[in-house]
């Protein structure tokens, strides 16, 4: 099993453009979640999902949107990129809510200019 | 929503020592996780342990739900468990995900 795979692991922007980070994990997750990590801080979460169709709003979700098509796949759209979002992306999954540990793919490190 | 605070904050080790890393929560937990971000970023869940005493080789973790708090123990530490430590918790009320804190940041000298 590959676990969680993210796509791109570098990415530059300029303000204004949108761009999409993609998330797919072959574990047959239900749960799947998108957080950020600023130089130094902990992790925030943006949005996360509970199963295909099943989004919610995490922590700091302004300037983001998800979708939830596939129980494999939970792509994070930026559509008017800002300085703020310069961050590092990660995407997580779970097969439950409980009693079971969630699994990070290796992140996107994104910056925006 | 629920605030989880770790100490310390930053931790200085030489290569066999023992250590101690602390979370507590504000509120009761159905869900809590210790996790390592190693040097190159990536994140390894060590335990899920909303409860009681797990042990996995070196590392040890106890969570005392009814004190809010869980302990991470980390014995005959080596260069390889630096990194950042971050305990993440997940309350009974709310949303239905993890709240993480800030993390204890691990050097361990040879």
């Known amino acids: ?113 | 929503g629920i605030q989880v605070e770790q100490s310390p904050p930053d931790l200085i080790l030489q290569e066999g020592a023992n250590s101690t890393l602390r979370c507590n929560f504000s509120d009761s937990v159905n869900n809590l996780q210790w996790f390592h971000q190693n040097p190159w970023g990536q994140l390894i869940n060590l335990f899920y342990i909303p409860s009681g005493t797990k042990q996995n080789g070196r590392l040890s973790a106890t969570t005392v739900a009814t004190e809010r708090y869980s302990l991470l123990y980390i014995s005959s530490s080596q260069t390889t468990d630096s990194g950042v430590y971050f305990c993440a918790v997940e309350g009974n009320t709310g949303r239905r995900a993890l709240t993480f804190g800030s993390g204890t940041r691990l050097q361990v000298q040879p």
């Open chain 1, 1 to 113: 099993n590959a676990g969680v795979t993210q796509t791109p692991k570098f990415r530059i922007l300029k303000i204004g453009q949108s761009m999409t980070l993609q998330c797919t994990q072959d574990m047959n997750h239900n749960y799947m979640y998108w957080y950020r990590q600023d130089p130094g801080m902990g992790l925030k979460l943006i949005y996360y999902s509970v199963g295909a169709g099943i989004t919610d709003k995490g922590e700091v979700p302004n300037g983001y949107n998800v979708s939830r098509s596939t129980t494999e796949d939970f792509p994070l759209r930026l559509e008017l990129a800002a300085p703020s979002q310069t961050s590092v992306y990660f995407c997580a999954s779970s097969y439950d809510r409980y009693n079971q540990p969630q699994h990070f793919g290796d992140g996107t490190r994104l910056s925006i200019l």
